[in-house]
């Protein structure tokens, strides 16, 4: 049912991209990334173009899917999606929101868990748009360049271009929140030291002539 949802859009060009990837960040249970790939392959002059349009798609869906997790829960997750990829992505969302929703840009891991978890875990709304801003460009603008640059014979190197974001720009972004969670840590020790000390009642009680 799936195969022939995506065989529709397709004959829609730029536009069923757009649809798709809206939807992908909604409920829609197929990552946009296909059918990116099929329409690249078909003229990749368009590549960038397509990228752009997937781009726009997702993002405008992001918070669609932030506000369907936060007014019907995590239940319509299992729905339609594997309770595994739910599973791991909430142990991931609990442990750090941040991260897991860059890393669930790349991964399997289908992209609106995070932004149906975001809802329902009340997670702000704009760090949620522009995290997935972050990571959801260079899942799109990677493939759109490797097509454009290559042509079809980039069909074989976006098979793994998750990977390759992942061990390249990934660890650099997570390094990034981790520096910087430490820095704010660091701001509030010192704000709390340097704050002056509360001036203590005097003694009603000292003994007249002590």
């Known amino acids: 049912m799936f195969q022939a949802v995506i065989d529709f859009l397709k004959?829609?060009?730029?536009?069923?991209?757009?649809?798709h990837a809206f939807f992908d960040a909604v409920i829609f249970p197929i990552p946009a990334?296909?059918?990116q790939v099929s329409l690249s392959l078909l003229n990749p002059s368009t590549a960038i173009w397509l990228a752009t349009v997937g781009y726009i798609g997702c993002l405008l869906g992001t918070p669609v899917g932030y506000y369907l997790g936060k007014l019907m829960g995590k239940s319509v997750l299992?729905?339609?999606?594997?309770?595994?990829?739910?599973?791991?992505?909430?142990?991931?969302?609990?442990?750090?929101?941040?991260?897991?929703?860059?890393?669930?840009?790349f991964t399997p891991i289908p992209f609106k868990v995070f932004t149906i978890l975001s809802g329902c875990l009340n997670f702000p709304?704009?760090?949620?748009?522009?995290?997935?801003?972050?990571?959801r460009g260079l899942k799109f603008y990677t493939v759109?360049?490797?097509?454009?640059?290559?042509?079809?014979?980039?069909?074989?190197?976006?098979?793994n271009v998750s990977l390759y974001i992942f061990l390249g720009a990934v660890p650099i972004v997570v390094i990034?929140?981790?520096?910087?969670?430490r820095l704010r840590k660091k701001k509030?020790?010192?704000?709390?030291t340097s704050a002056p000390a509360v001036d203590q009642p005097e003694d009603t009680n000292i003994r007249l002539g002590s």
């Open 33 to 35: 990334f296909f059918l």
């Open 176 to 181: 990034f929140l981790l520096f910087r969670k």
């Open 125 to 135: 709304l704009w760090r949620l748009i522009g995290y997935a801003a972050i990571g």
């Open 11 to 19: 004959d829609f060009g730029p536009l069923g991209l757009f649809i």
């Open 78 to 105: 299992y729905k339609f999606l594997k309770k595994e990829w739910i599973d791991s992505a909430t142990d991931r969302f609990q442990k750090n929101g941040e991260t897991a929703i860059l890393i669930g840009s």
């Open 188 to 192: 509030e020790l010192e704000k709390n």
């Open 144 to 159: 759109g360049l490797l097509f454009y640059f290559y042509g079809r014979a980039a069909e074989g190197m976006v098979k």
